[in-house]
T-cell receptor, first 110, second 110 residues
Framework: EAQVTQNPRYLITVTGKKLTVTCSQNMNHEYMSWYRQDPGLGLRQIYYSMNVEVTDKGDVPEGYKVSRKEKRNFPLILESPSPNQTSLYFC?????????FGPGTRLTVL | LAKTTQPISMDSYEGQEVNITCSHNNIATNDYITWYQQFPSQGPRFIIQGYKTKVTNEVASLFIPADRKSSTLSLPRVSLSDTAVYYCLVGDIKGNKLVFGAGTILRVKS
């Protein structure tokens, strides 16, 4: 089944404890992206990647890192999480201008 | 970046046609307009995409005037299952950042 998977789906952590949210797609898409979703603000793009080893900042990249060493994986790294990064995170992959979204990761930073 | 503006919410009844308009005054020449649907606890799902004039698929129509400063998503004969948040997205995954609107909550009543 063609899909985008994210892990973990839920995470509660404490300020400053490094974490990684994984994202994987099995559709051989070149484009991948991370978004965060907050009430009243909709979806905001964090980082995107046009291909392996190519990443660019989206609208809200501060406090986040990404890497794209393989085509299928696009992990989101929070080196030192803070409470304002509590949010719902979505990974997406895309082709022909259509994006396919993962199920989301709900992150709480205490 | 092209900022988008959508109504916060809309109410409709089953069987009616619903039109949701998105304003994007600063749309760039290379930008496409894409609409996504999102149900609670799920990632957004692609509905329709266009560049100019009118596009129709099996679930919706998209109307884009000549100046491309706005677009209208048209959902014919909505049902209760169309209750969701609808997002307008301006941009192109082939090179640019992507900007989502804040979303329109559509509530369909019986």
């Amino acid at each position: 089944e063609a899909q985008v998977t994210q892990n973990p789906r839920y995470l509660i952590t404490v300020t400053g404890k490094k974490l990684t949210v994984t994202c994987s797609q099995n559709m051989n898409h070149e484009y991948m992206s991370w978004y965060r979703q907050d009430p009243g603000l909709g979806l905001r793009q964090i980082y995107y990647s046009m291909n392996v080893e190519v990443t660019d900042k989206g609208d809200v990249p501060e406090g986040y890192k990404v890497s794209r060493k393989e085509k299928r994986n696009f992990p989101l790294i929070l080196e030192s999480p803070s409470p304002n990064q509590t949010s719902l995170y979505f990974c997406a992959s895309g082709r022909d201008r259509e994006q396919f979204f993962g199920p989301g990761t709900r992150l709480t930073v205490l | 970046l092209a900022k988008t503006t959508q109504p916060i919410s809309m109410d409709s009844y089953e069987g009616q046609e619903v039109n949701i308009t998105c304003s994007h005054n600063n749309i760039a020449t290379n930008d496409y307009i894409t609409w996504y649907q999102q149900f609670p606890s799920q990632g957004p799902r692609f509905i329709i995409q266009g560049y100019k004039t009118k596009v129709t698929n099996e679930v919706a129509s998209l109307f884009i005037p000549a100046d491309r400063k706005s677009s209208t998503l048209s959902l014919p004969r909505v049902s209760l299952s169309d209750t969701a948040v609808y997002y307008c997205l301006v941009g192109d995954i082939k090179g640019n950042k992507l900007v989502f609107g804040a979303g329109t909550i559509l509530r369909v009543k019986s």
